[in-house]
């Protein structure tokens, strides 16, 4: 059921998407839209509902985008507890500081600096490459599991090669408008292998094979953990 519901929840997204880049392609030139690049959706509304339109779309989008940037920032911080409960990370991370978990703090940390020091569009762009790359390796990791999940192959390959292609389009725009993006991006994930070595030679720490069953239960009580806080 509840893989069900995740499938539909994410085709409907898409079409939402979708109906979204029609209507704003449908109410505004090609010019308009680079124009108004930071805030296009709420200029498309101007055509049909006038400056009352646009102010809606405005407020709606600074909602969503707050209410985004909270359940990914929630959500990540939770995973990294789960983690360290399992003995997947340093324990400071499973240490609660004022109702909340260490990787908040360090996640929010993280982030001031990046807001410090990085002007937006970079931070959208390196926060965007970034997921590709992790979902890249994702997808692949998943080939080595394959025949435990039984999935399609076809499909985890096409998704691997989309999501590359997305990399190496994103990659080429920004290397031509925002040059600097893919030095940073290389530099973030060369720090994070370089912290997950130095971490487990300091803690002796080693990941076991689990389970199916155990795998099982850890998701559910991750799922549960996320919706509880």
Known sequence: ???????????????????VTFAVFGNLALPEII?????????????????????????????????????????????TYQMAKNGELPEVYER??????EGLIVSMVIIVLLV??????EIAAIGSIS??????LVHIGHLLKIKETKASVPLVLLAIIAIVAAI???LNYTSEHIPNVGYYIAIGFVLAFAIEIILRLMTKRVILKQSKNLFIEKLVDEIENMIKH
């Open 1 to 19: 059921m509840m893989m069900k519901a995740m499938f539909i929840s994410i085709g409907l997204v898409m079409l939402l998407y979708i109906a």
């Open 35 to 79: 124009k108004a690049q930071d805030y296009a959706l709420a200029e498309a509304a101007r055509p049909a509902f006038g400056q009352t339109g646009f102010s809606m779309m405005a407020v709606a989008a600074l909602i969503s985008t707050a209410s985004s940037i909270n359940a990914n920032l929630y959500a990540v911080t939770n995973v």
């Open 96 to 101: 609660n500081v004022w109702h909340s978990s």
């Open 116 to 121: 410090l020091f990085f002007n937006m569009a």
């Open 131 to 136: 997921i590709l790359f992790i979902h890249a």
């Open 168 to 170: 190496v389009l994103a």
